[in-house]
């Protein structure tokens, strides 16, 4: 699937961001195009989105092999591994995905542009849209802004991503690799009103320790 022209890296509008978006697209209009091995890997692909993007850990998790793990991310001239953030193995990849959901980093939107399925290989490119509590920026990124202690504050990211999703023989899934073009920067970031974070961050927050 391609969409026919390159999209142009700026924020989503908040009123189209939709964390749903990428596995509802993938089920209604790619997924049911294929057969066989390709299905499967995309049916899994599905599973996969579908729970990273409503914060379930369980389920998120049992689309993963236990074998095997190979996670990084590329762009910034290192071995992709992010100073041991990026998973090599089932157990580190439990701690990474509770770390997305307990910092609340799961709800996003992926702009989609290209969408290509293999054999063992998934691969997305398009714009990541990523909802982030103002408290991570200077964790996650280094960057300081004047309203990172207040717990109301949200950033949304947009960065232009490519990511291949890689599977076993068994369908499951092994690893995910993505490639930017660098680190973002303060400019990668807008601020977005309350109103217009989706209600699962908010849910999520409160569930993992916010006000009651």
């Known amino acids: 699937m391609y969409i026919g022209h390159t999209l142009p890296e700026r924020p989503i ?8 978006y990428l596995a509802n697209y993938v089920r209604e209009n790619i997924l049911p195009t294929l057969e066989g091995r390709r299905r499967q890997v995309c049916q899994n692909f ?7 993007c409503k914060g379930d850990l ?3 998790l049992a689309t993963c092999s236990q074998d095997k793990q190979d996670y ?7 071995d992709g591994l992010m100073d041991g953030i990026q998973p090599q193995s089932y157990d580190e990849l439990e701690v990474f995905y509770g770390n997305l959901m307990s910092f609340t980093l799961f709800v996003i939107h992926l702009e989609l542009e290209k969408f290509i399925v293999g054999e063992d290989t998934l691969c997305i490119e398009g714009n990541v849209h990523q909802m982030y509590p ?5 964790v996650a990124f280094g960057l300081d802004v004047d309203d990172a ?3 109301d504050a949200v950033y ?4 232009r991503m490519a990511l291949f999703f890689i599977f076993g023989k068994d369908g499951m899934g092994i690893g995910e690799q993505s490639y930017t073009n660098g680190d973002p920067t303060i400019e990668s970031f807008v601020k977005v009103p309350k109103d217009k974070v989706p209600q699962r961050f908010w849910d ?6 916010g006000d009651e």
Do not use: Q, Y
Request: charged fraction near 35%; aromatic fraction near 10%.
């Open 13 to 20: 509008s908040f009123d189209e961001f939709d964390p749903d």
């Open 46 to 52: 599905v599973d996969h989105a579908t729970h990273e």
């Open 58 to 60: 369980a389920g998120l």
């Open 72 to 78: 990084r991310r590329w762009g910034t001239g290192d």
């Open 134 to 138: 103002a408290a991570m920026l200077p």
């Open 149 to 151: 202690d207040d717990e």
């Open 156 to 159: 949304m990211l947009t960065i």
């Open 204 to 209: 999520n927050i409160k569930k993992f320790g």
